[in-house]
């Protein structure tokens, strides 16, 4: 299980890291109505309340058809 875990965080670091990219380069990843953007100055908070909702409910499907006992 700590191997599924491990796997888990450098998907999510790779797409964290792949998403910074594309941003810079103008494109807009991971991007639903629900987010929470705060810009101030040239300090930029983005907080994925939607996106984290969706992936939530896409895991728990996945991990409830394949794990199920």
């Known amino acids: 299980m700590s191997k599924l875990f491990f796997l888990l965080a450098v998907i999510f670091v790779f797409l964290a890291v792949l998403s910074g990219l594309f941003e810079q380069v103008g494109l807009k990843l991971f991007r639903l109505?629900?987010?929470i953007i705060i810009r101030k100055?040239?300090?930029t908070f983005f907080f994925p309340l939607a996106t984290s909702i969706v992936l939530s409910l896409v895991f728990t499907f996945l991990?409830?058809?394949?794990f199920r006992k």
């Open 41 to 43: 100055g040239n300090i």
């Open 63 to 66: 991990f409830n058809l394949f």
């Open 33 to 35: 109505p629900g987010d």
